[in-house]
Every structure is written in structure tokens, then in C-alpha cells.
């Protein structure tokens, strides 16, 4: 069964700086990949969707790459903001039934 | 504007006693699910549906029903609801060939007492 480890569980940064979130997965057979945003009380918004095929998407101040052989997504955040504070899930679609496997997600906060 | 909806967003209840949270898309997805997401263990797929009157198990179904009588609506059930699915509940739907993203409700926080 597809297990998804999302590393660090908790980061704090100071506004303005570029970061790095961590998603990896164990099964490399994967339909596709997606990165989601929980705020709290709030449902999950997809920010980026990558097709297995594909090897990195962006949209605005993000950017999400994909190494399916090695296992490996990663979320790039550009001049964090205060509103990026939020936590960040990775969710791997499965090649059988759609499902999406998520992991623990990443709390992010961006400190003014 | 697209959209997943939920409700209630909030519901206490008693053990035993029959409850459903419903669940709507206005976007003409095939594909529907539920999720629950407990504390430590991220979001776990309970059911899901390829289509009208095509439903099937997730990871936890136990304890839970679904039906998918209209494409837009996929309810969840739950005739006799016990403490462990106190959680937070989400439905979700994307078209069928998955190829644009997922689309989530807000949630419906559910304690069972």
C-alpha cells in the first residue's frame, strides 16, 4: 500500500524567505500528484496537480517537482508571506481506483 | 463558481443514532469520495464513486454507507454512528480522467458521544 511521509511535520520562517517542503512516497507506480493547502477550519484547496509523465508544474510563487523513480515531490515556496501560513499536503493518486493517499501534512508558519 | 458542499459543518450526536452529511458539486464531476482526517494519520479515503449507482470501498468503509443516486450528490451515512468516527469528514470529486485537480468541501466536524 502507498505510504506518503511529509517532512518536517511543523516549519517556521521569517517573511520574505524561500522554502522547501518534502513529500515522499513508496510505490513509484503513481497516476499523478497534487499539493494541497488546509487552512484551519477550512477545506483543501489544490494549488499544484502534476501528471506522472510530468516533471515539474508552477503557479505564481510556487513550484512543484516530481522525481517518480527516486519517490520524491517537492514544493518550492518563493518570498514567503505571512498568508502562506497554512498546512501543506502532498497527495499521491494511485494508478488503480482514484484515490489520492495523503500524507501528515506540513505546518507552515510565515513570521512578519 | 466551483464548488463542493458540505453540511452540517458541525455536528454533535449520540451513539446509535442514524445520521447522514451530505455532499454536492455543481462542476458535472464523475468522480466523488469521502475522506475522513484524523490527528496523526492525515486523510484517509472511506468510499468513493466512479459514477451514478457505482460505488465502491475505500481504506476505512467500516461503519459507513454511501449512495450515488443523481451524479451530483454522494451522501454519507451513518446507521449507528460510535465514538471512533468522531473526525473530521471530507468529500471531494474530480472528473474522471484526472487530469485537472481535486476539489474538496470545507468539512463537517463530526463528535460522536
Known amino acids: 500500500k502507498q505510504e506518503v511521509t511529509q517532512i518536517p511535520a511543523a516549519l517556521s520562517v521569517p517573511e520574505g524567505e524561500n522554502l522547501v517542503l518534502n513529500c515522499s512516497f513508496t510505490?513509484?507506480?503513481?497516476?499523478?500528484l497534487q499539493w494541497f493547502r488546509q487552512d484551519p477550519g477550512k477545506g483543501l484547496t489544490s494549488l499544484l496537480l502534476?501528471?506522472?509523465?510530468?516533471r515539474e508544474q508552477t503557479s505564481g510563487r510556487l513550484n512543484a517537482s516530481l522525481d517518480k523513480s527516486s519517490g520524491r515531490s517537492t514544493l518550492y515556496i518563493a518570498a514567503s508571506q505571512p498568508g502562506d501560513s497554512a498546512t501543506y499536503l502532498c497527495?499521491?493518486?494511485?494508478?488503480?481506483?482514484?484515490?489520492?493517499?495523503f500524507g501528515t501534512g506540513t505546518r507552515l508558519t510565515v513570521i512578519p | 463558481e466551483a464548488q463542493v458542499t458540505q453540511n452540517p459543518r458541525y455536528l454533535i450526536t449520540v451513539t446509535g443514532k442514524k445520521l447522514t452529511v451530505t455532499c454536492s458539486q455543481n462542476?458535472?464531476?464523475?468522480?466523488m469520495s469521502w475522506y475522513r482526517q484524523d490527528p496523526g494519520l492525515g486523510l484517509r479515503q472511506i468510499y468513493y464513486?466512479?459514477?451514478?449507482?457505482?460505488?465502491d470501498k475505500g481504506d476505512v468503509p467500516e461503519g459507513y454507507k454511501v449512495s450515488r443516486k443523481e451524479k451530483r450528490n454522494f451522501p454519507l451515512i451513518l446507521e449507528s454512528p460510535s465514538p471512533n468516527q468522531t473526525s473530521l469528514y471530507f468529500c471531494?470529486?474530480?472528473?474522471?480522467?484526472?487530469?485537472?485537480?481535486?476539489?474538496f468541501g470545507s468539512g463537517t466536524r463530526l463528535t460522536v458521544v
Open positions: 471531494a470529486s474530480s472528473t474522471r480522467d484526472r487530469a485537472l485537480r481535486t476539489y
Open positions: 510505490d513509484s507506480a503513481i497516476y499523478n
Open positions: 502534476i501528471q506522472s509523465s510530468q
Open positions: 497527495a499521491v493518486g494511485g494508478t488503480g481506483a482514484n484515490n489520492l493517499f
Open positions: 462542476m458535472n464531476h464523475e468522480y
Open positions: 464513486s466512479m459514477n451514478v449507482e457505482v460505488t
